[in-house]
């Protein structure tokens, strides 16, 4: 429904039905190009699939020669295949008939071990530097969620966070420590992870129109 004040003449109504059309539409696209890019962030689990690890790409390799129930995988940089470029091949223990959910949750499992020593390494770095005391780190996989801090202290952060470079993983964990001083998300807050995050707007902006990719 569109309503309009009754001393509006009928000209101004149409003109406004028109604009509002025209906003719906560029809504309308918009959405339709999330969706895209997120469809195009959707990752197909078999031997060389690539998935985004601290903002790089890097490539699976199916390597049933090893063993890696310790790790779940290993992580090789190969600077030698191309003069100054690097590639990054994340070797995991599966034969090339794996089924593409054994490849993803094998890629999974590498990726939260990863996350859990990230995630902490930065709660160490950040928090004396805000004040603040954190206790306890919980992971989550919450799709619209990326993290929540408690006056407890604990923290949860979403482990999909290690896809994007770590200058985007330091504010989102400098954003919860933040919430151990002030809860809410006032001026006074925003302060608070500009003393420790100053680029924060812009990092913030990235992990809203930068999709992770779909598992
Ligand atoms: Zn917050």
Known sequence: MVSAPRWVGIGEVEAAVRSKSRWIVNKLEASRERRQKIEAARIQWQDGATFPFLGEQVIVVLD?????????????????????VTRMTLHIGLPQT???SQVRDAVQAWLMRQAKRIF???LEHYAPQLGVQWRKLTLTSAST?????KTDGSIR??????????????YVVAHELSHL???DHS???W??????????PELRAQLKDQPAPVW
């Open 191 to 200: 302060e608070t992870v500009k003393t420790v995050v100053p680029n924060y």
């Open 120 to 122: 902490t390494e930065r």
């Open 145 to 149: 969620l990326w993290g929540t801090a």
């Open 64 to 84: 049933p020669r090893h063993d890696f129930r310790e790790t779940g995988g290993m992580l090789h940089t190969d600077r030698e295949t191309l003069p100054g």
């Open 98 to 100: 794996a089924q593409p």
């Open 157 to 170: 952060l979403n482990w999909r966070l290690v896809h994007f470079r770590m200058a985007v993983i330091d």
């Open 187 to 189: 001026p006074r807050f």
């Open 181 to 183: 001083r002030v809860m």
